[in-house]
């Protein structure tokens, strides 16, 4: 089975604040990583794909990383504002199966 | 470009009661998806094509059926609703089916099924 697991589950940061979340995968079974924004009432978003151990991606304030070897991705956000409240979700592309496998996300509320 | 469109966006049906639901993107895209998503639970793959005339099973392909119609269209179908069946269904595309490819996902068709 392909766990996919987000920490923490929700967050609430000031506007202003950094904060970053966690995205924990089988070191085993990896392809490829999505990370997705999904506001509320919307369709989720794509923000990155990422592949290769170590890569960093950046979209504005919101940046990611990559450790293929311990499973794990980092999303941060830098200066939080209310428009980034959304749920983040990542999903995995494991390498013996044919589809995306979603954790459950993480809700961030930044509140102004 | 509409992207990936959904209808009905919500609906609710009795037990045993069957319906469709319908996705159509505009974005040339070969590959589709449906996907559930229940609380607390990641979105979870019901049925995908990865190309126009193929279908495969995802991860819970019991009680629903799909077609692939054209290249535009893919649909979801419950013959005999369950309350269990009771979720938010997304449908998403992709250029290709391959694993670095981003998926585009419609708006979603709320499901209550009493």
């Known amino acids: ?112 | 470009n509409a992207g990936v469109t959904q209808t009905p966006k919500f609906q609710v049906l009795k037990t045993g009661q069957s319906m469709t639901l319908q996705c159509a993107q505009d974005m040339n895209h070969n590959s589709m998806y449906w996907y559930r998503q229940d609380p607390g639970m990641g979105l979870r793959l019901i049925y995908y094509s990865a190309s126009e005339g193929t279908t495969d099973k995802g991860e819970v392909p019991n009680g629903y059926n799909v077609s692939r119609l054209n290249k535009r269209e893919f649909s979801l179908r419950l013959e005999s609703a369950a309350p269990s069946q009771t979720s938010v269904y997304f449908c998403a595309s992709s250029l290709y089916s391959g694993r670095g490819y981003t998926q585009y996902f419609g708006p979603g068709t709320r499901l209550t099924v009493l």
């Open chain 1, 1 to 112: 089975i392909l766990n996919v697991e987000q920490s923490p589950q929700s967050l609430h940061v000031q506007e202003g604040d950094s904060t970053n979340f966690t995205c924990s995968f089988p070191s085993s079974n990896f392809y490829a990583l999505h990370w997705y924004r999904w506001e509320t009432a919307k369709s989720p978003e794509a923000l990155f794909v990422m592949t290769l151990n170590g890569d960093e991606k950046k979209k504005g304030r919101i940046s990611a990383t990559l450790n293929t070897k311990e499973g794990y991705s980092y999303l941060y956000i830098k200066g939080s504002q209310p428009e980034d409240s959304a749920t983040y979700l990542c999903a995995l592309w494991g390498a013996d199966n044919n589809d995306m496998r979603f954790g459950a996300g993480t809700r961030l509320t930044v509140k102004p």
